[in-house]
């Protein structure tokens, strides 16, 4: 007989395993914390850091100034007469010329002018050849000198093209041209420019031939003068001998006048006399500080004449508070030559030195003291540096240029804006 055995089956819920998930959780939940902690405080910091500017100390000009409308009058007499024919200028504006001296030749035609332009500026260029052989015997003597030179020239040559003066630019071309041919003969030996001048010679023989005959320009004045090429038709506004006698109304008159024809004067002016006036008006209060005798600059801020020196010589106040003011100046050049109803600016005071702005200044307590200053950034350390006062505008304080340490120093990064500054504070840009 068999025996069956019966199996009992427990009944139960099955226990899940625990595979590691819960420390993979909490492991993930810091990291995130950790991140967010981090961001805001890099959020802090950066916001912070973007608030730090700064602004570099450099020497600056600042000038007090009048502006005024400036009439200008000049020792002027037309040269009378005319020329037929193609003209060629000998003397440039604001050059002298002697007593009924040449200013110009009359050609029959354009080709013989042209012709004869030609031939000087070859002239030139044989001169200058002649010249750089000749240098060759002595040049060896004087490399060290002629590298300067050379060097200088180019830079002046830069600084004229940036200032938008191309004939002084195109002279220094030409210097810098001729040292450093000069300086190619002292390294490396001599050059041979005979065949270049034999060259330059025929050409210029058979311009000569070509050119034909001319008329000479003369002045036909009794007196010597200065040059100038046009006649603008304001020669005889106002009287020369009267400048130190000038009324506001005559003034404001020749500001407002019309030119006279000058038609029949093509062949331009002469200015007699190196002394010419400035004259205008102004309601200034401030133009009292300024005494007749005494040396002032203007400045022409629409022309390129730039700035000159003059002296006071007149001020005419009438009941109604204008004064005319006519200073006196013995500058001449063709620019200034070309000068007449002109904006000016009477230039009072200036000062030099670093300008800050206000929000950049701040009061700190030296030993007891309350002192203005500014925080400068030198590296990332915040220093405290103090300002010594020279002139004071709207939005601004102008520190006087010192080497002292203890105040604004030029190139010092002045911090404009930024919270929280101290001495000796550590800062991250």
């Known amino acids: 007989m068999s025996r069956k055995t019966k199996k009992t089956v427990r009944k139960g819920k099955k226990r899940k395993r625990s595979g590691g998930k819960g420390p993979i959780r909490t492991v993930i939940i810091i990291a995130i914390v950790m991140f967010a902690a981090a961001f805001t405080i890099y959020r802090i910091y950066d916001a912070d850091r973007m608030k730090l500017s700064t602004k570099t100390a450099l020497e600056e000009t600042i000038s007090e100034t009048i502006d005024a409308d400036a009439f200008i009058v000049r020792n002027e007499s037309y040269i009378k007469g005319s020329a037929a024919g193609a003209l060629v200028q000998l003397i440039s504006d604001g050059e002298r010329v002697t007593e009924n001296g040449k200013i110009a030749i009359a050609f029959s035609s354009e080709s ?139 003034i404001l008159n020749a500001l407002s006048s019309s030119p006279e024809n000058v038609d029949s004067y093509k062949l331009g002016k002469l200015m007699t006399d190196y002394r010419w006036y400035i004259a205008c008006v102004t309601e200034d209060k401030k133009i009292g500080e300024a005494s007749v005798g005494e040396k002032m600059t203007i400045r022409f801020p629409e022309s390129e004449a730039g700035s000159v020196s003059v002296r006071v010589v007149a001020k005419n106040r009438d009941k109604d508070g204008k004064t005319a003011v006519v200073f006196r100046c013995s500058e001449v050049n063709g620019t200034l030559m070309h000068l ?90």
């Open 112 to 250: 013989g002018a042209s012709d004869y332009v030609r031939m000087q500026a070859l002239q030139k260029e044989y001169e200058r050849y002649a010249a750089l052989t000749n240098q060759g015997q002595y040049a060896s003597l004087k490399v060290g000198a002629l590298k300067t030179k050379t060097k200088t020239e180019f830079c002046a040559f830069l600084s004229e093209v940036d200032n938008g003066n191309i004939p002084e630019a195109l002279k220094n071309v030409e210097s810098f041209r001729d040292s450093k041919t000069t300086l190619q003969i002292a390294t490396e030996g001599t050059l041979d420019l005979g065949e270049k001048m034999k060259a330059v010679m025929s050409e210029i023989s058979s311009l000569r031939s070509s050119a034909g005959s001319y008329s000479p320009i003369l002045t036909g004045s009794d007196s010597a003068g200065y040059y100038i090429s046009t006649a603008d038709g304001f020669e005889n506004t106002l009287s020369y001998e009267d400048a130190e006698s000038f009324t506001p109304t005559d």
């Open 340 to 429: 007449r109803r002109e904006k000016i600016q009477i230039i009072l005071d200036e000062h030099t030195g670093f300008i800050v702005e206000n929000k950049a200044v701040r009061i700190r307590e030296l030993d007891g003291k309350k002192v203005r200053g500014v925080y400068v950034l030198a590296g990332n350390v915040v220093k405290f540096k103090k300002i010594e006062d020279i002139y004071e505008g709207d939005g601004f304080v102008m520190s006087a240029t010192s080497q002292s340490e203890n105040y604004i120093r030029i190139y010092d990064e002045i911090i404009t804006e930024g919270r929280d500054l101290y001495d000796g504070k550590i800062v991250y840009r």
